[in-house]
């Protein structure tokens, strides 16, 4: 969901997260406990593991400072640590 559906990138038509629901891949407008935001984005991914497009997702995250979520099997602060 959050490769396949926010962009218009031509790699996300193959996304593994096409038909997931974004609340997997992004927090909860409102807070979000540690506990519930690790297992979230353990779930995520996961997903992102077996992704085949799961680089040019994260390079594209990268690329544009995408400040949220889960994007090329990467949180926001793990993707700010490769820049
Ligand atoms: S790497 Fe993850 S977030 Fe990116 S398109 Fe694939 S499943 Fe979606």
Same mark, same amino acid.
């Given at each position: 969901?959050?490769?396949?559906?926010?962009?218009?990138?031509?790699?996300?038509?193959?996304?593994?997260?096409?038909?997931?629901?974004?609340?997997?891949?992004?927090?909860?407008?409102?807070?979000?406990?540690?506990?519930?935001?690790?297992?979230?984005?353990?779930?995520?991914?996961?997903?992102?593991?077996?992704? &085949?497009?799961?680089?040019?997702?994260?390079?594209?995250?990268?690329?544009?400072?995408? &400040?949220?979520?889960?994007?090329?099997?990467?949180?926001?602060?793990?993707?700010?640590?490769?820049?």
């Amino acid at each position: 969901m959050a490769g396949a559906v926010l962009t218009n990138e031509r790699w996300q038509t193959r996304a593994a997260c096409r038909d997931r629901h974004a609340s997997v891949f992004f927090p909860p407008s409102q807070g979000e406990r540690n506990n519930d935001r690790s297992e979230r984005e353990r779930l995520a991914k996961a997903i992102c593991t077996r992704c &085949p497009v799961r680089q040019p997702c994260l390079d594209y995250a990268v690329r544009i400072r995408e &400040p949220y979520g889960i994007w090329g099997g990467m949180n926001e602060v793990e993707r700010r640590l490769l820049l």
